[in-house]
């Protein structure tokens, strides 16, 4: 099994819709999520970060976890063509014994988003 | 406020050779991570460095190595390159305070191996 999940893309919706991706982690210590965009031939852009359980609302975005469920979601709200690219899962381990989450980010493999005018 | 700077951002090396990538984080961050990506693994981290440490490090092999200098900046050293190091290396950096962790990455180095 692998440690972060994406559902199966590629995504295709309509502009003006939402588009909705997920993500299942297994590591179940794992404390901080986020969400990624990554235009082709770009770098990877940090759009959302989630620590507890419930909702998190950013402009047309929200972020939804569930650690009870190792699920975690992405909602993009009247999509757009320029939201069209890739979107990354990552989820970061737990808290050392000082309190601060270091340590290594784990990647899902992304899910390609297509957003027709 | 400038983000991470990678350099050199392309570069074609021959099998064999070795590889110096260099990585100045954001202003004030202390926490380099650097992350390798290809179109069949994706995003697979390589190692992490804090204040001139390595706290973590991936399943990567030993060809693969790095260090932190006191300003923060980061190096990573690949030897001995295979065809299959072709990829794109990312850098990112983070503030690190409490529980955030939030990671800033760079435009990253593309290398490619002949």
């Known amino acids: 099994q692998k440690e972060v999940e994406q559902n199966s893309g590629p995504l295709s919706v309509p502009e003006g819709a939402i588009a909705s991706l997920n993500c299942t982690y297994s590591?179940?210590?794992?404390?901080?999520f986020f969400w990624y965009r990554q235009y082709s031939g770009k770098s990877p852009e940090l759009i959302m970060s989630i620590y507890s359980n419930g909702d998190k609302e950013d402009g047309r975005f929200t972020a939804q976890l569930n650690k009870a469920s190792q699920y975690v979601s992405l909602l993009i709200r009247d999509s757009q063509p320029s939201d069209s690219a890739t979107y990354l899962c990552a989820v970061k381990g737990g808290l050392d014994a000082g309190g601060t989450s270091y340590g290594k980010l784990t990647f899902g493999q992304g899910t390609i988003l297509t957003v027709h005018p | 406020k400038a983000g991470v700077t990678q350099t050199p951002r392309y570069l074609i090396k021959t099998r064999g050779q070795q590889v110096t990538l260099s990585c100045s984080p954001i202003?004030?961050?202390?926490?380099v991570s650097w992350y390798q990506q290809t179109p069949g693994q994706g995003l697979q981290f390589l190692f992490e460095y804090f204040s001139e440490t390595q706290r973590n490090k991936g399943n990567f092999p030993g060809r693969f190595s790095g260090r932190q200098f006191s300003n923060s900046r980061s190096e990573m050293n690949v030897s001995t390159l295979e065809l299959g190091d072709s990829a794109l290396y990312l850098c990112?950096?983070?503030?690190?305070?409490?529980?955030?962790?939030?990671?800033?990455f760079g435009e990253g180095s593309r290398l490619t191996v002949l």
């Open positions: 202003s004030g961050h202390r926490s």
């Open positions: 590591d179940r210590v794992s404390q901080s």
């Open positions: 990112a950096s983070s503030l690190e305070q409490g529980r955030t962790g939030e990671l800033f």
